[in-house]
């Protein structure tokens, strides 16, 4: 198989479009070619939706080998730069997380998480959570917990620094046998990395690694070494990377702006299915994992791309 895979320089996208591609590799030879999309400006973006729909389209980026079998991307930027590609060469075009409606039944595939709340159709395939490249690690050290701080992102939720410094000071208070590495990522407030640093200072059994002085793969390889990950609640796509990762997961709270948004809701239904505990359970000794089997839905969704064109290589 020769597949595209389009990128937007955002991490987390890339995760699940390159989960999918390393998945499907199991099965099948993949020959792989990246193509980073730049990410367009309003504007430029509503002219290259009218030429898509015109038929007309000089946007370089869909020059692609006519002999190119899989088109796969994540975030919007990807999604015509894949259907314009799709034109040339006739591939499979298949996205991840929900586009917009008026171009999502011209994708032939549409990996999306239920919490995103789409309708059923031929081309949509729902997922329990977005795919990405973590893989699951029986051997974890009981002894190891891991924290993941998110940040602010004023569309969805409140942050509150202070509060979630605290909420983690008392994690590590109530698990003083533990050795703890705390991480921020690139929505953290400098103020919020400060505190936690500050933290991390006054306690042996800590260890705080802002998210500037980690290499790429590094929070994959701590998913394998800690057995229990405390993740914020606003990193949804890490609290589903853990849970591939088969690691016991905590969910420390933030104060959303709209209490029943996507993410809210997918995160009761993983603690309905109790793959996943909240602070308020753990201050409150309530800490009960369900022995369930990793979640994988990076083979999941390669195996439906299999199924529906290259069924032959399925196991």
């Known amino acids: 198989m020769k597949a595209i895979v389009f990128t937007d ?15 499907l590799q199991n099965y099948i030879e993949v020959d792989v070619t990246e193509l980073s999309i730049v990410k367009s400006h309003l504007l430029d973006n509503i002219s290259a939706h009218l030429a898509y729909f015109c038929n007309f389209s000089t946007d370089s980026r869909s020059r692609v080998d006519k002999d190119c079998d899989l088109l796969i991307g994540t975030g919007s930027h990807t999604h015509l ?11 499979k075009a298949v996205i991840c997380m929900a586009p917009m409606k008026f171009i999502r039944n011209r994708f032939d595939l549409c990996c999306i998480p239920y919490h995103d709340r789409v309708l059923p159709a031929d081309n949509i395939f729902q997922t329990i959570g977005p795919p990405n490249v973590a893989s699951s690690v029986t051997e974890k050290d009981p002894l190891k917990a891991l924290v993941l701080v998110g ?17 983690i000071e008392s994690l590590i208070r109530g698990g003083e046998n533990l050795q703890w590495t705390v991480s921020s990522s690139p929505r953290t407030p400098e103020d919020t990395e400060l ?13 705080f690694l802002p998210f500037t002085k980690t290499e ?17 609640a606003d990193s949804i796509s890490m609290v589903y990377e853990a849970l591939s990762a088969g690691c016991k997961v905590g969910i420390l709270p933030v104060q959303w702006k709209n209490k029943r948004n996507k993410f809210q809701s997918s995160i009761e239904v993983l603690q309905k299915e109790r793959r996943v505990v909240s ?7 309530e800490t009960r994992w369900t022995e369930l089997d990793p979640l994988n839905e990076a083979d999941r969704c390669a195996k439906e791309i299999l199924k529906r064109w290259w069924p ?4």
């Not at 320089?9 to 998945?23: D, F, V």
């Not at 730069?81 to 591939?91: D, E, M, Q, S, V």
């Not at 602070?279 to 000794?285: R, V």
Request: glycine share 10%.
């Open 216 to 232: 790429s793969g590094w929070v994959e390889a701590r998913y394998n070494e800690n057995e229990t990950v405390w993740i914020s």
């Open 151 to 167: 940040g602010e992102d004023h569309r969805s939720h409140y942050w509150e620094g202070k509060r979630i410094v605290a909420d």
């Open 81 to 91: 730069p894949i259907l314009n590609a799709k034109k040339r060469c006739g591939a």
């Open 279 to 285: 602070l308020k359970q753990y201050q409150e000794n």
């Open 195 to 207: 505190l936690l640093e500050e933290l991390a200072s006054g306690l042996d059994n800590v260890q």
């Open 312 to 315: 032959t290589r399925l196991p």
């Open 9 to 23: 320089g955002s991490p987390g996208h890339e995760k699940q479009s390159w989960g999918i591609i390393k998945a």
